[in-house]
Each structure stands twice: as C-alpha cells, then as structure tokens.
C-alpha cells in the first residue's frame, strides 16, 4: 500500500512561515509527480503546487506564487513546501498527493488526476 506521511502543519501569525513535509512510503515508481492541494471550510479543494521527481518542473497556484516554494529530495522521498509570508486566507487544510507521470499544466492541479493523497495537515494563520 501507498501510504503519505506529512508533518510541519500548525498555527502562526500572519507573516510568519511554516514548512510543511511528506513522505511516501510503498510507492514504486522513480518517475512521479508529487504536490499539495489545500481545502478550507466551504471552499473546493485546490492545488497548491506540484514538482516533478527530477525537480525539473514545478508549479505554483497563482495564489502563492512567489510566497511559496516547492522542493524535493529523491534520497528520501519526500517532497516540502515552504511557505513565507502566509496569510490568513492561507487557512486550510493541506493534503500531500502523489501519482505517477509528469507534472504537465493541464494536469498538476486536478484532483481527479491523483490516485494517491495523504491524510492532511491543517495550516492555520491568524
């Protein structure tokens, strides 16, 4: 079984940062995409960003870009986002996804595309 591990999650103030983690475990495949979709109280989930395994691609919802910053380590499998400057409007929340292919524009942010989600990590901003 695929199972995603993410950690880094809690509360801060405006401005502040937090880094969120995750890690998969059971996933077999060396080429994938991972990313982070967000989901507040009464909103749609929406991706957040995504990057491909050789981290030669990355994508950023326009709602963070610039504030955010997506990364990867291979070695261990696990992919972080960090995140600056955040705003309350950044409360949700946050959910690791995996799936195998590349991260194309057409599919980063769909949620039906990924098979593979973690169990989420709430990100609260005050």
């Known amino acids: 079984d695929v199972q995603l591990v993410e950690s880094g999650g809690g509360s801060v103030q405006a401005g502040g940062s937090l880094r969120l983690s995750c890690t998969h475990f059971?996933?077999?495949?060396?080429?994938?995409?991972m990313g982070w979709f967000r989901q507040a109280p009464g909103k749609e989930r929406e991706g957040v960003a995504a990057?491909?395994?050789?981290?030669?691609?990355?994508h950023y919802s326009d709602s963070v870009k610039g504030r955010f910053t997506i990364s990867a380590d291979s070695a261990k499998n696990t992919v972080y986002l960090q995140m600056n400057n955040l705003k309350p409007e950044d409360t949700a929340m946050y959910y690791c996804?995996?799936?195998?292919?590349?991260?194309?524009?057409?599919?980063?942010?769909?949620?039906?595309?990924?098979?593979?989600w973690g169990q989420g990590t709430q990100v609260t901003v005050s």
């Open positions: 996804v995996i799936e195998r292919g590349r991260c194309s524009d057409a599919r980063w942010s769909l949620v039906g595309w990924f098979r593979f």
């Open positions: 059971g996933y077999s495949s060396s080429r994938h995409c």
């Open positions: 990057i491909y395994t050789d981290a030669s691609i990355t």
